[in-house]
């Protein structure tokens, strides 16, 4: 069964400054890995994905993921913050091995950039 | 290219009541899952669906939801008999391909379900 955990509920962090949201997952093979983004009252955004290639993948709005296969980890990161990326992120991991095709979200982290 | 469209955006039943959520994929998108999203909290799977054919249905609670996806029309949400904790914000999302698909999920803005 593939899962994803997202450890922090929240994140804070000041306008201008790096942000990080973490990611871990399980699957059984090579993961399919995605991050979406949610405005309040909207659905979901994608935002970047990692398929095969380069470790660290690039996306919408400045935001990049670096996939680290001996951590299972592909945590999202922006150099530079702003206020105006608050909002709700979620990971999510597609295990194309397995039957089916559904992604399975992590449970979300609220980031809060101040000003 | 009009995207995912759900309708309506907001319902409200009362209890026993029925709720109809539909929603319409991306043109040329075939493969529709629904996810239900209850406050503050992550999106849980609930079934997966081509036309006329129910793919996945392993998050679908066992009684009262049922979905479809016609060949013709939109595909449906169905909540026969509503319970408060049914109330939540029902998403739902297309592709335009099906296992292995490298691509991401497009998602519509949702369905809030307020059960009274």
């Known amino acids: 069964a593939q899962s994803v955990a997202q450890p922090e509920d929240q994140v804070n962090v000041a306008e201008g400054n790096p942000l990080t949201v973490k990611c871990t997952y399980s699957v059984s093979g090579n993961p399919y890995l995605f991050w979406y983004v949610q405005y309040p009252n909207r659905g979901l955004q994608f935002l970047l994905k990692y398929i095969t290639g380069d470790n660290l993948v690039k996306g919408s709005y400045g935001f990049e993921a670096e996939f680290n296969k001996s951590q299972t980890s592909f945590h999202l990161k922006k150099p530079s913050a702003l206020v105006s990326d608050s909002a709700l992120y979620f990971c999510?991991?597609?295990?194309?091995?397995?039957?089916?095709?559904?992604?399975?979200f992590g449970g979300g982290t609220r980031v809060l950039v101040k000003p | 290219n009009a995207g995912v469209m759900q309708n309506p955006r907001h319902l409200v039943r009362r209890r026993g009541q029925e709720a109809r959520l539909r929603c319409s994929p991306m043109k040329g998108h075939s493969h529709v899952y629904w996810y239900r999203q209850l406050p503050e909290e992550g999106l849980k799977f609930m079934v997966y669906l081509q036309k006329e054919n129910i793919i996945d249905e392993s998050g679908m609670p066992k009684e009262r939801f049922s979905a479809e996806f016609p060949k013709e029309g939109p595909s449906i949400l169905r909540i026969q008999q509503v319970v408060r904790g049914d109330s939540a914000a029902y998403f739902c999302?297309?592709?335009?391909?099906?296992?292995?698909?490298?691509?991401?999920?497009?998602f519509g803005n949702g369905t809030r379900l307020t059960v009274t």
């Open positions: 999510a991991v597609r295990d194309p091995g397995a039957a089916g095709n559904k992604l399975t």
């Open positions: 999302a297309s592709s335009p391909l099906g296992p292995g698909n490298r691509g991401p999920l497009h």
